[in-house]
């Protein structure tokens, strides 16, 4: 697919699976970043470093939670740098890739 070039605006794609608990805390990194918007899934599932996460599993009440954010470079390195020794701690994921925001009627990035 060849999109005009003047309706993309290029950005990083972050995806973060937190537990729930630490949720709070993440959204008060954004703020103090000026990441304004994201997307987030409760109860995601999965198999990790924490183990199976079952989200309908009533005898374990551990929950994740997936975000997606579109940011500026910047905006991902320095969210990056205040999250990471948290995960390496408590466990999770961070995945930073390449998107294109098509441009609608506002950008929230």
Do not use: H
């Amino acid at each position: 697919m060849v999109l005009d070039k003047e309706m993309l605006v290029p950005l990083k794609r972050v995806e973060i699976v937190i537990d729930e608990d630490d949720f709070e805390e993440f959204q008060e990194i954004c703020r103090a970043i000026n990441i304004r918007g994201y997307t987030y899934i409760s109860q995601a599932g999965g198999f990790g470093t924490r183990g199976n996460r079952r989200p309908n599993d009533m005898s374990l009440p551990e929950k994740n939670i997936l975000v997606i954010i579109a940011c500026t470079e910047d905006q991902a390195e320095t969210l990056a740098k205040n999250i990471s020794s948290g995960m390496k701690e408590k466990g999770g994921i961070f995945l930073i890739s390449d998107c294109d925001w098509v441009k609608g009627p506002k950008i929230s990035y």
